[in-house]
């Protein structure tokens, strides 16, 4: 939870906070708006995404739906960027989400979505189902057919407030400008999570206000409830060592609600032309192999926050979520650890085990002060994530100076 003492509703280019007033017992429901800011400390395949891990890949398009948002797709961009996938229109969208047998379905139109598969919609994301959405502001513009055409409804977040996200709010574009006051952003991938995304231009990114706590803890006292959604920018725009932007987002889903599904928004208005785009070709194969990798979040923490002399350094390593890891055999966790003073870095690569404590060597200890420990797990030889945590080696000399 965050929240800001004394103030309403706080929205900045890159951060907005919902009011917390305890003096009116007001219950903060983990309300985050994130444009990158804040992060959890988080297999390129270029032009086709590869069928390994995947069962079925299903990319919504029918000619003449409308785009929202977002640049229009079509059919022959679409099948070069997603070689191993199907695309199908409203029936057979609604006939693969039901069959069971989609493990990612991709929606291209920005914020347009089609209003009657909906329900398949719905229930293929509560079941667990992966997710990549393509521009725009996901699900706020509802399309349907009168005849032979489409129309859009008007933009509003009914259902986006069943995915628990409330609202979005726009930010700037990577040529800046606008009513925003910006100038030019630059493209920044997030290091923490590889391979590190391509650069690509965008006319507005949109911050999803996202509620990650399913139930609360206590509904009268008011408080945010458990962590059960984890949301990391993949992408930002920065300009002048801020971050205004997150064109791209993930959302992992860890319990309760949508378990073991993992949305990946592109959530920006695209330019025109950007599904032939060589930007494109990269990013999107990259993004629909991200989406259905799985056990690539942990945490690599030590088991007290201060070791002594003489005492062996030890580790916790954990994998998030309630999902099991399928197809992680090959991992190898590569630990770097940096003391701040009187030592040289130690590297060390281990089997990454979450069944019993990992002990490092005694020669850790020669440094002083705070140690960074940097965890980066490696799948068949590629890096995936990298974790960073620390400790404290106790200093008696630095204790006794005063």
Not at 77 to 97: I, K, P
Not at 133 to 155: C, D, M, N
Not at 158 to 174: A, E
Not at 288 to 311: C, H, Q, S, W, Y
Request: negative net charge; proline residues 6%; charged residues 20%.
């Amino acid at each position: 939870m965050i929240t800001v003492s004394g103030f309403g509703s706080v929205v900045l280019e890159g951060l907005s906070l919902e009011r917390h007033n305890e003096s009116e017992g007001l219950s903060v429901r983990s309300f985050v708006s994130i444009v990158g800011l804040f992060f959890v400390a988080a297999v390129v395949m270029v032009g086709q995404v590869p069928a390994s891990g995947m069962k079925h890949v299903t990319v919504f398009f029918e000619k003449s739906f409308p785009a929202a948002d977002s640049a229009e797709p079509t059919a022959d961009a679409l099948r070069s960027l997603f070689r191993n996938a199907s695309l199908a229109d409203v029936g057979g969208l609604q006939r693969q989400l039901a069959s069971g047998e989609t493990s990612l379905l991709v929606l291209p139109f920005g914020s347009a979505f089609p209003e009657a598969a909906w329900p398949q919609i719905f229930d293929y994301l509560e079941g667990g189902g992966n997710l990549l959405v393509i521009g725009g502001q996901p699900f706020t513009r509802a399309a349907y057919r009168v005849g032979s055409e489409w129309k859009l409804r008007s933009a509003n977040v009914y259902f986006p407030m069943q995915l628990f996200i409330d609202d979005y709010q726009p930010t700037t574009g990577s040529s800046g400008g606008s009513s925003f006051g910006a100038g030019a952003l630059k493209f920044e991938p997030n290091p923490d999570t590889t391979p590190a995304l391509p650069a690509f231009e965008w006319k507005r990114a949109f911050s999803p206000v996202i509620r990650l706590s399913v139930n609360e803890l206590y509904r009268r006292a008011g408080s945010t409830g458990d962590t059960d959604a984890v949301l990391e920018t993949l992408a930002w725009g920065t300009a002048d060592g801020h971050r205004r932007a997150a064109p791209v987002l993930e959302i992992d889903h860890d319990h309760k609600r949508f378990v073991g599904g993992r949305w990946i928004f592109v959530a920006c208005e695209l330019a025109d032309g950007f599904f032939t785009s060589d930007a494109a070709k990269k990013l999107l194969p990259e993004l629909a192999t991200i989406a259905v990798r799985r056990g690539d979040r942990f945490t690599f923490r030590p088991t007290v926050p201060l070791f002594v002399e003489g005492e062996q350094p030890q580790f916790t390593f954990e994998i998030a979520g309630e999902v099991a890891a399928a197809g992680t055999g090959h991992d190898e966790l590569r630990v770097t650890v940096q003391a701040e003073s009187g030592a040289e870095p130690v590297t060390l690569a281990v089997k990454p085990d979450p069944s019993a404590p990992l002990s490092f060597p005694l020669r850790i200890e020669a440094g002083k002060g705070f140690h960074t420990v940097t965890a980066e797990l490696v799948r068949d030889g590629k890096p995936v994530r990298i974790y960073h945590s620390g400790f404290w080696m106790r200093d008696l000399g630095y204790l006794a100076s005063g």
